[in-house]
């Protein structure tokens, strides 16, 4: 029996269970059907996306919307095999999500795309094909990212030949593939420019047209010392400074000159004191930094161990002022926290997550003071954006 | 259409939250006699006595307070309108009992219960319809089988993902919402 | 830079590491290249599939193989969202799987296929497109199932609407569609007839001709009572009976009788004792009953509780003479027990699952004993097929 | 190729199973010593004396014996083929240190570790394909950092995903192996 006629019974049944009955209390009123829940625009300086790795079931990753305030779960996005990211867009009205799939969930043809997702209904608006070889790793914010006018999203290939493909978001095409060999992941630094990293520790300067295209290509003499401490891809970014943090605490900076293009190196600096790097203090975690433009801070996550241990969770968050390069506050961690974020805004939330547990604890950045934990975000909860 | 003759005097499955069940069934064999004046409906069906083996009441007050704020919290288990609910809490995945989170779709087929409000002391017939279109929402797990049917007695199971009869044919399933259809008579 | 010329460099760098050195002990030789386990056929005895579904990434459901001998872990099948069961061929050597996939995850175009793979190296060796319909519910064994010549898959379709979809796996194509409006699942009662459950209790008695066409459907009276103690639709199969049990634990059997059309009812006896109902002993459980044919031997997954407990786990296995209707042991569960499964062997090992945890308990079925519990089974292990 | 560069002398991520990573590292240390004689070899970076504020040897020869047993077994993180895998052990999922489970398929390009056999006394260079093609196994997770570089020298960091360069283009990761190359010298 198809849906028409069972439907048609089944309004009836209900009719019959509903009789409108004269009560002394006044009832209270049916509700509407189909109705579902839109977001206000823009996106509310609290909020963050944290990205599920779903590392059990990496074919169904997922972005989650919480509301550091309130501590509420807004929405979600279904963004596919390996996501590694969203993107949200200059404006907050639109997300970029680079997401794979297969035909057959984990088997079959591979097809690789931006969605293009509505950032007040959580729905798809299109998508754009790209080359199927997005590199599928432990997620980074460099994964995928905007060229400072928000125009060119740059994501990165691997597989294992190292390449950028440009997404125009503003025509919503390919624009095409710029090849990085031995240099991974990109950096803007313009509106047209972007570095990647390369294993040796240069940086490739790529510049872009005004359609996307790469136009010049430039390798720098080795920037970072790769051998015994490198430096993490996992910087942040304020102003005119990428800020790149080493295995063993000290802060390295590339200063972005006229253009985008004319890199230099800042003075580097060391997140630890002697007798703090003699207790094995060091930054580690997933996304290990992170930074307030207003405030002029820098936050690394804090544990102590080996140089082995770069990635482990920390359960302090020390916050440095960018200026003096000097340490100003310490803000113990109620859980093990392996990716930080702080909020834009004036009076800005710390969000902290670990891959290993899957809840989400939200601090004030100024006081410190932890304010809330909402548990249940997702699997293996990996890195966080926020608008 | 046996399952509609079977609906319109069905039992509906009813409060028994896994990770507490003992605790809540105590209270809801109270709660129920309220309707049992109504013998045709649903939740008749809940108006028995407590039974033998239930857990007895602790008569601890912030218990019972406890549980009466969470009578009104849409985003527990113990909310009123989830007497027959079986799924994740749309309320806990960015939609409410009655509205689903951005992006999902609401099933137009489904099951329904009748619960007992008891702000105002009344019944209603309250449907669970389905948000589908996104994977599982993972939040607010509640999941109760009284009066729940075998698969054969479709409206009255809460075995299937009610998204199988969405409009667009789209079978994943998210959470599940409380809606009010009116009040039972 | 491609893998051709990256490869040929990785190439010449292993080989620099691993020049031959002579030693004074022998070296262990280097292994294979790309080497692929694959599995013996028959499947063994003691071998069972335990069906993930997933539930918190419904669309990466699995199936995976464990040896009940060793506890070891042999491999898994990705089965697409919302897996209800694979199916094994007769002979074992093939494994039917109704799978449901979406072009986008879990959104876009959805796409029905039965997969065959081939159970020795548990890749696709074949796929059958079926409409896109199939029931999305809590996995049950009559999901899915072959006609007793094992040639017809029979499939439960709801969306709302009920259907049986048949597959002709000799010929590997879909034949059609048979419309049981008001019933539910496919019981087998010979080479070319079944029968589904209806809402009021009756049986819908279906006939195939040899091309697996539904040539006459027959609608019983009712042959359980619904409303006050319904069967559950778990029923198993010995021999020509089918064996349905009640929410209090009454079993109800369907005789089959010539040409698999004749269905009549056996006696009904109760799984428990005056006292035992007292206090409030019942079945419960998602796979609650299992079979062993040789031993004529019925097990049921036992627990104390109201008829709303129906789906709960127990820490008892009780098992019965199913000639004498008497109970003949009590195995105690080492944890909650929410599935059985008995291998068919002479020596037959008891298998246990539950939804909310992931691991599977090993008995020998004869004893009771305890033999191994096997961690790490999936995310939410459903229920269990053998060979 | 500057990561080849890096690679022919380069450090080798070791051993430190996020469960027990403590209590590891202080028998790593000692077992690293074996290899201080070959400076070009990743497992040299290895020979360093235990660290300050390492676990203590607990002594028990219970202890003891299970390590000794745990580095021989291929479904152990301890396994002394494993000095620097990372994911789930294929020796879990239908597989084994050399071979992939059923149905899935041997990644061609991968990174590379240096290990020291106990049994034997010598080193070995061993391969860490990935197996492709199916949802990851979920069995015997084994993560270790030590020497693991960031993803910009990737033959050397595990944060990628290694079947990224199946032929097939198939980036499903299943499991991880660890192939005997050969001796290293």
């Given amino acids: 029996m198809g849906c028409p006629s069972l439907c048609t019974l089944w309004a009836g049944a209900i009719a019959a269970l509903t009789a409108a009955a004269a009560t002394v209390a006044a009832p209270l009123p049916a509700d509407p059907l189909s109705q579902v829940e839109s977001l206000p625009l823009p996106p509310a300086p609290h909020w963050v996306w944290v990205n599920d790795f779903a590392f059990s079931h990496m074919a169904n990753g997922k972005a989650m919307l919480v509301d550091g305030d309130s501590g509420r779960f ?144 430039e390798r720098t003499a080795p920037f970072f010392e790769v051998q015994t401490n490198p430096v993490t891809e996992k910087a942040v970014r304020r102003g005119d400074s990428w800020y790149f943090v080493s295995y063993d605490g000290t802060i ?38 992170a930074v307030h433009a207003g405030l002029n801070r820098l936050y690394a996550i804090m544990h102590r161990g080996g140089p082995e241990t770069h990635k482990d969770p920390g359960r302090e968050v020390w916050v440095y002022d960018l200026e003096r390069h000097a340490r100003v506050q310490k803000i113990p961690m109620q859980h093990d926290s392996g990716s930080i974020l702080v909020s834009r805004d004036a009076k800005p939330l710390l969000f902290s997550i670990f891959i290993e547990s899957n809840i989400l604890d939200v601090y004030d950045a100024a006081s410190g003071r932890h304010l809330r934990t909402v548990p249940d975000i997702g699997t293996t909860p990996t890195i966080m954006v926020g608008p | ?107 137009a087929v489904t099951w329904i219960g ?11 017939v309250v449907s669970y319809n389905d948000c589908c279109g996104k994977s599982t929402c993972g939040r607010c797990l509640c999941n109760r089988n009284e009066r729940d049917t075998p698969i054969y007695i479709p409206f009255q199971s809460n075995d299937y993902n009610w998204c199988s009869g969405s409009s667009k044919g789209n079978v994943a399933y998210h959470c599940s919402t409380a809606r009010i259809l009116g009040q039972a008579r």
């Fill in chain 1, 74 to 217: 807004l929405g979600e996005l279904d963004t596919g095999f390996g996501a590694v990211r969203i993107v949200l867009s200059a404006d907050g009205a639109l997300i970029y999500s680079p997401e794979t799939y297969f035909s057959r969930g984990t088997r079959g043809t591979r097809t690789d795309v931006v969605t293009i997702y509505d950032a007040a209904r959580l729905a798809p608006v299109g998508e754009i094909e790209i080359p199927p070889k997005r590199s599928s790793n432990m997620p980074m914010i460099a994964n995928a990212i905007l060229t400072d006018d928000g125009r060119f999203l740059l994501i990165y290939n691997f597989n294992p030949a190292q390449s950028i493909s440009v997404v125009d978001t503003r025509a919503r095409t390919f624009v095409g593939e710029i090849d990085t060999p031995g240099c991974a992941l990109a950096f803007p630094t313009g509106a047209r420019a972007f570095f990647s990293l390369c294993a040796d520790g240069a940086l490739l300067k790529v510049r872009l047209d005004d359609s996307g295209r790469g136009v010049s290509q």
């Fill in chain 2, 114 to 124: 009748t619960c007992h409000n008891p702000a105002d002391g009344l019944d209603y």
């Fill in chain 1, 252 to 289: 390295y900076s590339v200063i972005i000159g006229r253009d985008g293009a004319d890199l230099t190196a800042g003075p580097h600096w060391s997140l630890t004191s002697d007798s703090e790097r003699a207790q094995q203090w060091r930054p580690g975690g997933l996304q290990q930094l």
């Fill in chain 2, 1 to 107: 259409m046996n399952w509609l003759d079977a609906l319109a005097e069905a039992s509906v499955r009813s409060m028994a939250q896994r990770t507490s069940r003992r605790s809540l069934l105590a209270s809801l064999g109270a709660l129920l006699i309220g309707g049992a004046a109504l013998p045709l409906l649903p939740v008749a069906r809940g108006a028995e006595p407590p039974r033998k083996g239930a857990a007895p009441n602790g008569g601890a007050k912030d218990k019972a307070a406890a549980k009466a704020a969470a009578l009104q919290d849409p985003q527990s288990c113990d909310y009123w309108r989830h007497c027959a609910i079986d799924g994740y809490l749309c309320g806990c995945c960015g939609g409410s009992q009655h509205s689903c989170p951005p992006g999902t779709e609401m099933s």
